[in-house]
Structure formats: C-alpha cells, structure tokens
C-alpha cells in the first residue's frame, strides 16, 4: 500500500521569507509518479509538477523548487521570497502505475498562509 | 479514515452502456468536485459544484454530467461509455470558507472495453 505523509499541517511565514513544504512517501512500486498541488482560496486544485521515479533531478521554475530524494524517499517543495498568493492549502500526491488496489494517494495538505 | 466513498471501485464496462459513479461523503461539506487522471498523469478537474442544485464544469472537457440533489451526494453519469473514458475518477470535498483543504475518495478505475 502507498501512503504520503505531509507532517506540517499549518505554516505560517511573512512575505520574502522561504518556506520548505516537507513530503515523505512510502511505496514497493519501483515505478511511480510524484506530485504537487496547489489548492487555493478559490478551491480548485491546481497542478505544479509531477516527477517520476527515475528522474531525481531537482527542479526550479521560478520562485519554486522541488527536492526529490530516492533514498529517503523525500519530494520537498521550497518557495523562496514568499508572497502573500502563496496562501493556499498544498497536496502531495503520489501515483503508481501497477495493479495496486489505490493507484493514487494523497498527503493530507499543508495548509501556507502568508503574512503581509 | 475515510469519510467520502466513492463506489464502484473497478468497473469494466461495454461500450455504449450508461454508467454512474457514485461518490458521498459524511461531513457535510458544501463543495465537491470531480477529477479525472489518465494513468501517470495530473489530475484534471471535470466537474464541481458549491452546493445544492449547483453544478459546474471544469477546466478540462468531459462528455459527463453531474446532479447535486443532495449535499452529501454527487453522482457522475456516462450515458454512453466510449472507450476513450477509460481513465481514473476521483471524487472530493472541501468545505465553505478560506484555505479549507480538500479530501479525497479512493477513486474509481474505469475501464471500456
């Protein structure tokens, strides 16, 4: 079975600080696919990047950055110079390809709020 | 624990059958929402309503509908499966008021043969 913990269920931060979203995952699949969600005030989720298990280069796209660690099975998401639109719920997910009884899982959420 | 369910959980289906995916949930929540994820993939959202008699499509088309009679339940109806809605289909609901995270069902895996 998969599971995805996010353990930081509340953050808070003032505008221009980082803030590092922490992810662990547990799977026996080799094969599998990492996300990040953003959920903001509106409701909708709204999809940042997928990784897949083999590709453990770190990415940047603009303020954000994903660290993907195989060996501890890690995929954090840092925001650097934070701004108040930042304030949203974020999801790690985590999705296998193989005849697994539940193909997706999600964290529970890390909730970001940015001060002003 | 889950508090939403969505039922069935694999379905494999005939072409040209008509097929409702049933999800509900416990809490009380006023917003649901449907997502698709084709195997790999992000999910993509096709369907969410705010409450009673509200429904709304998503960003990604889908030849789907939905019905919120009720707050706890928001059924999604193929009335003629392709084998092109083969795919995922994950439930959720959120409730009302700022930064409120969604849950998620276990999703159904759908299959037209």
């Known amino acids: 079975a998969q599971k995805v913990t996010q353990a930081q269920t509340e953050i808070s931060v003032v505008e221009k600080e980082d803030v590092t979203l922490d992810c662990v995952y547990e799977?026996?699949?080799?094969?599998?696919?990492l996300f990040w969600y953003k959920q903001p005030p509106s409701g909708e989720l709204v999809f940042l990047i997928r990784?897949?298990?083999?590709?453990?280069q770190n990415e940047i796209s603009g303020r954000y950055s994903w660290n993907f660690q195989k060996s501890t099975s890690s995929f954090n998401f840092t925001i650097t110079a934070s701004q108040v639109v930042d304030s949203a719920v974020y999801f790690c997910?985590?999705?296998?390809?193989?005849?697994?009884?539940?193909?997706?899982?999600f964290g529970s959420g890390t909730q970001l709020t940015v001060l002003p | 624990e889950a508090d939403i369910y969505q039922t069935p959980r694999y379905l494999v289906i005939g072409t040209g059958k008509k097929i409702t995916l049933e999800c509900s949930q416990t809490?009380?929540?006023?917003?649901m929402y449907w997502y698709q994820q084709d195997p790999g993939m992000e999910l993509h959202l096709i369907h969410y309503?705010?409450?009673?008699?509200?429904?709304e499509k998503g960003d990604l088309s889908s030849e789907s509908t939905v019905s919120r009679i009720r707050t706890e339940h928001f059924p999604l109806t193929l009335e003629s499966a392709r084998p092109s809605h083969t795919s995922q289909y994950l439930c959720?609901?959120?409730?009302?008021?700022?930064?409120?995270?969604?849950?998620f069902g276990d999703g159904t895996r759908l299959s037209i043969l």
């Open positions: 799977t026996r699949d080799t094969t599998y696919y």
């Open positions: 997910a985590l999705t296998v390809l193989s005849g697994s009884a539940r193909q997706l899982t």
């Open positions: 959720a609901s959120s409730a009302t008021g700022v930064l409120q995270p969604q849950h």
């Open positions: 809490m009380g929540h006023d917003k």
């Open positions: 990784r897949n298990s083999f590709d453990e």
């Open positions: 309503s705010y409450g009673v008699n509200s429904t």
